[in-house]
């Protein structure tokens, strides 16, 4: 039975006692998969041709750091993707949220436009790739759209659910308290959407790198897609994963910055209840 | 006094269409009129359609037939010098104590209204809690801003949609009083939805009891009990019984008649 509060102390070190413990074991698990896949290669059970290793992924990305890649410099490539999916990221999140909003509010252009976007939705988007490779060109501008599309239908949706899903006690308050049909949408509708459009930002922005690799992939000059196929070809497994190593990196930075943007907008809301986050 | 009609009724019928496609028929021939500066509480039984003479007034629906006037002007839209107090949490929760407040002044591009806004704030005794988010708040707390957010706009008529009806007991007789303060200060004309008799008592000027849905208005009452009031004590006196009983003894049969209803035809309806 306890028979004193915990000190503030003590529940710190409690807190800290329990943080070292999971990320210690995280640490641990990740030394296992890839210390297990190292020994499995080094000892020829996974067969280093086909599979790689850790260590050649480290060597891989080394040589692409100091002496740069077969078709140019790492950075360059890294930053072709990165751009090419931010444009695809943004274009798609703003023009998702006008029609998304636009057709939420305006039920007659709802219903004339449902079976359109029924439809375009319907398209696995990714084979849209080869048809802007042809009309785009195998520069940026394909790459570009391919993202635009896979990100604009899922910040639509989102858009559209929580625009209807706005309070019409809260925009009848409004209205009442003077709001113009401008405020209502700027300070009733839009806030309540938000927390909609950002839930659908986090998964899209995923998609845009999908969108620009697999843009790559079809046909490009530069890129780390492109970067991908030619390990491909060249039967270098390493350079695969070195790639997906970066890929990694900028979906998890873009991660963060979407949820520091989140946070900021979001301030408002009620704190999650505390637990890991996915 | 010769002020005129703050609120008429005329004839006032309202349907609505069901989910199942029947008619719901709310108000039938509702007819009554509300002298200016008068704190008039509607009561009736649940679902007897007291809100939606509210939501005609608000201008939030237009009556199926006949005409709602405020001030003499046949309500058509949705009337800004009406102030609106709904029953369930109406603040917005991404604004914090002071923007919610301002939200009106600054809707109707009010220069200058810092003050008025700290006034208000002050008033509602949320001083302090300023920054504070909605989800921050009490109940109560929360109440109160939707009050200063109504009243700051100084309007001519404030409806009140059962407001306290969210809070526990004693926050409620809390917030009861607090209500009576601030329209002994501003006295506009109020209409004040409740199936509470002893809030009507003590807050009203007039008592209209309303029939088992559709609303008509069965009785009308005046309340002569001495103001200034406190809502707190007063229920404690004996005129506030006797009229107490009075007025119980009309509304007890419609009552009676909406509960029976709900057991023969649970309805969609709330």
Same mark, same amino acid.
């Given at each position: 039975?306890?028979?004193? #509060? /915990?000190? *503030?102390?003590?529940?710190?070190?409690?807190n800290?006692?329990?943080?070292?413990?999971v990320?210690?074991? $995280?640490?641990? /698990?990740?030394?296992?998969?890839?210390?297990?896949?190292? #020994?499995?290669? *080094?000892?020829?059970? /996974?067969d280093?041709?086909?599979?790689?290793?850790?260590?050649?992924?480290?060597?891989?990305? *080394?040589?692409?750091?100091?002496?740069? @890649?077969?078709?140019?410099?790492?950075?360059?490539?890294a930053?072709v @993707?990165?751009?090419e999916?931010?444009?695809?990221?943004?274009?798609?999140?703003?023009?998702?949220?006008i029609?998304?909003?636009?057709?939420?509010?305006?039920k @007659?252009?709802?219903?004339?436009?449902?079976p #359109?976007?029924?439809?375009?939705?319907?398209?696995?988007?990714?084979?849209?790739?080869?048809?802007?490779?042809?009309w785009?060109?195998?520069?940026?501008? +394909?790459?570009?759209? /391919?993202?635009?599309v896979l990100?604009?239908?899922?910040?639509?949706?989102?858009a !559209? $659910?929580? @625009?209807?899903?706005?309070?019409?006690?809260?925009?009848?308050?409004a209205?009442?308290?003077?709001?113009?049909?401008?405020?209502?949408?700027?300070?009733?509708?839009?806030?309540?959407?938000?927390?909609?459009i950002?839930?659908s930002?986090?998964? +899209? !922005?995923?998609?845009?790198?999908?969108?620009?690799?697999v843009g790559?992939?079809?046909?490009?000059?530069?890129?780390?897609g492109l970067?991908?196929?030619?390990a $491909?070809?060249?039967?270098?497994?390493?350079?695969? #994963?070195?790639?997906?190593?970066?890929?990694?990196?900028?979906?998890?930075?873009?991660?963060?910055?979407?949820?520091?943007?989140?946070?900021?907008?979001?301030?408002?809301r009620?704190? $999650?209840?505390?637990?890991? *986050?996915? | 006094?010769?002020?005129?009609s703050?609120?008429?009724?005329?004839?006032?019928s309202?349907?609505?269409?069901?989910?199942?496609?029947?008619?719901?028929?709310?108000?039938a021939?509702?007819?009554?009129?509300?002298?200016?500066?008068? =704190?008039?509480?509607?009561v009736?039984?649940?679902g007897?359609?007291?809100?939606?003479?509210?939501?005609?007034?608000a201008?939030?629906?237009?009556?199926?037939?006949?005409?709602?006037?405020?001030?003499?002007?046949?309500?058509?839209?949705?009337?800004?010098?009406?102030?609106f107090? =709904?029953?369930?949490?109406?603040?917005f929760?991404?604004?914090?104590?002071? &923007?919610?407040?301002?939200?009106g002044?600054?809707f109707?591009?009010?220069?200058?209204?810092?003050?008025?806004v700290?006034?208000?704030?002050?008033?509602?005794?949320?001083?302090?809690?300023? &920054?504070?988010f909605?989800?921050q708040?009490s109940?109560?707390?929360?109440?109160?801003v939707?009050?200063?957010?109504?009243?700051?706009?100084?309007?001519?008529?404030?409806?009140?949609d059962?407001?306290?009806?969210?809070?526990d007991v004693?926050?409620?007789?809390?917030m009861?009083?607090?209500?009576?303060?601030l329209?002994?200060?501003?006295?506009?004309?109020v209409? =004040?939805?409740?199936?509470?008799?002893?809030?009507?008592i003590?807050?009203?000027?007039?008592?209209?009891?309303?029939?088992?849905?559709?609303?008509?208005?069965?009785?009308? =009452?005046t309340?002569?009990?001495?103001?200034?009031?406190?809502?707190?004590?007063?229920?404690?006196t004996?005129?506030?019984?006797?009229i107490y009983?009075?007025?119980w003894?009309?509304l007890?049969?419609?009552?009676?008649?909406?509960?029976?209803?709900?057991?023969?035809?649970?309805?969609?309806?709330?």
């Amino acid at each position: 039975m306890a028979e004193k #509060y /915990l000190t *503030d102390r003590e529940i710190k070190q409690k807190n800290l006692k329990h943080r070292v413990k999971v990320h210690s074991l $995280q640490l641990g /698990l990740a030394f296992l998969l890839l210390g297990s896949w190292q #020994y499995m290669a *080094d000892h020829n059970i /996974l067969d280093p041709f086909f599979y790689g290793r850790p260590t050649g992924v480290l060597h891989q990305l *080394d040589v692409w750091v100091h002496n740069g @890649t077969a078709i140019g410099s790492l950075w360059v490539n890294a930053w072709v @993707t990165f751009y090419e999916a931010t444009y695809g990221f943004i274009a798609g999140v703003v023009l998702g949220i006008i029609f998304g909003v636009f057709l939420a509010r305006n039920k @007659t252009a709802a219903e004339i436009f449902a079976p #359109y976007i029924k439809v375009s939705n319907s398209i696995p988007r990714v084979v849209l790739g080869s048809i802007f490779v042809l009309w785009l060109g195998l520069g940026s501008v +394909s790459k570009v759209a /391919l993202a635009f599309v896979l990100v604009f239908f899922p910040v639509f949706f989102n858009a !559209f $659910q929580g @625009t209807r899903e706005a309070d019409n006690k809260l925009i009848s308050n409004a209205r009442l308290l003077g709001a113009s049909k401008k405020d209502v949408l700027r300070r009733v509708i839009f806030p309540s959407a938000l927390s909609w459009i950002t839930a659908s930002m986090h998964v +899209s !922005f995923g998609f845009a790198l999908i969108g620009a690799i697999v843009g790559e992939f079809l046909g490009a000059q530069r890129g780390l897609g492109l970067l991908i196929a030619t390990a $491909q070809g060249n039967f270098n497994p390493n350079g695969v #994963y070195a790639a997906m190593v970066l890929i990694a990196i900028m979906a998890l930075t873009a991660e963060f910055l979407i949820t520091k943007l989140e946070n900021r907008l979001l301030n408002w809301r009620p704190t $999650q209840v505390s637990g890991s *986050d996915l | 006094m010769n002020r005129g009609s703050a609120v008429k009724f005329e004839k006032v019928s309202k349907r609505f269409r069901t989910p199942k496609g029947t008619w719901y028929q709310a108000l039938a021939n509702l007819d009554f009129e509300v002298e200016a500066g008068q =704190f008039v509480a509607l009561v009736g039984p649940t679902g007897c359609g007291k809100s939606t003479a509210l939501t005609l007034l608000a201008g939030l629906e237009q009556p199926s037939i006949g005409s709602v006037s405020v001030n003499g002007k046949e309500v058509q839209d949705i009337d800004t010098s009406t102030g609106f107090v =709904f029953q369930h949490d109406a603040t917005f929760p991404w604004m914090n104590v002071y &923007n919610n407040i301002a939200a009106g002044p600054k809707f109707r591009k009010l220069k200058e209204h810092d003050a008025l806004v700290k006034s208000w704030i002050a008033k509602v005794g949320l001083t302090g809690f300023e &920054n504070n988010f909605p989800h921050q708040l009490s109940g109560g707390m929360k109440k109160r801003v939707a009050l200063a957010q109504a009243l700051i706009n100084e309007p001519s008529l404030l409806l009140m949609d059962e407001p306290f009806s969210a809070l526990d007991v004693q926050t409620r007789s809390i917030m009861t009083d607090e209500l009576v303060a601030l329209w002994e200060s501003t006295r506009s004309t109020v209409l =004040f939805v409740t199936h509470d008799l002893e809030e009507a008592i003590a807050l009203a000027d007039r008592v209209i009891v309303l029939t088992a849905g559709p609303a008509q208005v069965k009785a009308d =009452f005046t309340i002569s009990l001495p103001r200034p009031r406190k809502a707190r004590d007063i229920r404690f006196t004996a005129e506030f019984l006797e009229i107490y009983h009075q007025i119980w003894n009309v509304l007890k049969d419609e009552v009676d008649i909406a509960y029976q209803r709900q057991l023969v035809a649970p309805s969609g309806k709330k």
